[in-house]
């Protein structure tokens, strides 16, 4: 069975990722020892909070480096705070060095609007992830066999699904390559997951969406399942 370890870091709805990996079939455990970390087959790094006491949690129990480097080994899923804390760095309540992964920066909403209706922040609710194809055509729906989730844990699910969303700040990727999709919140477009090699991430919560959300932790299993497959008949 793929075993699965949900940092805990003091932040983040830690149960409900670890019932929907059990749902997907993986073993999943929550823990902030550095050696399970390393044991598991992949790591989901969750979240919800600021983002300067989550980098700071991570340094007390040493996992920075651990993340850094398990990033370049093995999959790792960063879920909403999660997902910015891969980021070089953020602006919330000033500037913090992210665990610099990815490249980029985590911004706040600025005072997105709805025609004349200026909309609350933090964003709470559900909301549609589009694929990137769909940035410039909201009504092209010709690739969802072929676009840009296959081979992705976006796979299966149709462009304009609805996720569910809890934040007030979003990421802003330096490459853009590495979007899988973005979303709108007013008059705001911001990406709402992307996969850098062995690197997931969504601002949303999967294990909060419903059974669309709970397919992502399918897909995710299915690819871990394949890969131990696939490195057993080498």
């Known amino acids: 069975m793929v075993k699965i370890a949900i940092v805990d ?3 983040g709805n830690l ?3 670890k019932h929907a990996c059990e749902y997907a ?7 902030s020892s550095k050696e399970e970390i390393l044991r598991a087959n992949a790591v989901i ?9 989550a980098m700071d949690a991570l340094e007390r129990l040493d996992l920075t480096n651990t993340l850094r480097n398990i990033a370049s080994e093995k999959p790792l899923v960063g879920i909403c705070l999660g997902m910015q804390l891969l980021m070089t760095e953020s602006f919330e309540f000033g500037k913090h060095r992210g ?3 990815i490249d980029g920066q985590v911004v706040r909403f600025d005072d997105p609007t709805s025609g004349s209706k200026k909309l609350k922040v933090p964003q709470v609710g559900w909301n549609r992830i589009l694929r990137r194809a769909s940035q410039h055509s909201r009504n092209s729906k010709s690739d969802s066999a072929t676009g840009s989730w296959a081979g992705s844990p976006l796979r299966g699910l149709d462009d304009e699904e609805f996720m569910y969303f809890v934040h007030s700040f979003y990421v802003k990727p330096q490459d853009p390559s590495v979007i899988l999709s973005i979303s709108r919140y007013g008059d705001v477009e911001f990406c709402s997951s992307f996969q850098y090699q062995n690197i997931f ?4 919560h ?8 709970l397919q992502i932790y399918r897909n995710i299993a299915a ?7 696939g490195n057993a008949s080498e």
């Open 201 to 204: 991430a969504t601002q949303f």
């Open 9 to 11: 870091y003091g932040l």
């Open 15 to 17: 149960f409900s990722v």
């Open 206 to 213: 999967p294990e909060r969406s419903g059974p669309q959300g």
């Open 99 to 101: 665990l610099e992964i």
């Open 45 to 53: 790094l969750p979240g919800i909070g600021a983002f300067g006491d």
């Open 25 to 31: 079939g993986m073993q999943a455990t929550i823990t």
């Open 223 to 229: 690819d871990l399942t394949n890969k131990r497959r």
